[in-house]
């Protein structure tokens, strides 16, 4: 599945990149690979491919560098 998300955080992930993925509560639910990063006004917009769980309860992500 395809999870999308507006992300403002430091480092912006980039295309490629392998990052966590965290729920509503703060629990990681897993891992994904960033497929699109897009910047709308100042916010980045993240576009994430996991597992199908992840992309229905996915709320956050971190870069894992």
């Known amino acids: 599945g395809l999870l999308t ?3 403002e955080f430091l480092p912006i992930p ?3 990149e392998k990052v966590k ?3 509503r509560e703060g629990k990681e ?3 994904g690979m960033v497929k699109r990063v ?3 006004n ?3 917009v993240i576009t994430v491919e996991t597992e199908r769980n992840c992309a229905i309860e996915g709320r956050h992500i971190k870069v894992m560098r």
Request: aromatic share 12%; hydrophobic share 20%; glycine share 12%.
């Open 5 to 7: 998300l507006p992300y």
């Open 38 to 40: 897009k910047k709308e």
């Open 21 to 23: 993925i965290f729920d």
């Open 42 to 44: 100042e916010t980045h």
């Open 29 to 31: 639910i897993g891992e």
């Open 14 to 16: 980039r295309e490629g």
